[in-house]
């Protein structure tokens, strides 16, 4: 059986609020120090989900392989 990893990866998303987003991520970093992300996507929201949120939204997802 192969070994599972527990590292944590995180995909930063947001709707045209990049700014925003790279204030929401320092800020999680902060005041998590001993956080440590493996893997970060930063990708846009798209259009369909876009139209239901709105801009300015921004969000962010954790997973582990």
């Known amino acids: 059986e192969a070994e599972k990893s527990n590292k944590l ?4 998303i ?8 790279a204030f929401l991520r ?3 970093l902060n005041r998590i120090p ?9 990708a846009g929201i798209s259009p369909v989900i ?4 709105g801009p300015g939204a ?5 997973y582990t392989e």
């Open 50 to 53: 876009g139209t239901h949120i």
């Open 58 to 62: 921004v969000g962010i997802c954790f």
């Open 9 to 12: 990866h995180a995909a930063f």
């Open 34 to 42: 001993a956080l440590k992300l493996g893997q970060e996507i930063e």
């Open 26 to 28: 320092q800020e999680l």
């Open 14 to 21: 947001s709707a045209e609020a990049e700014d925003d987003l």
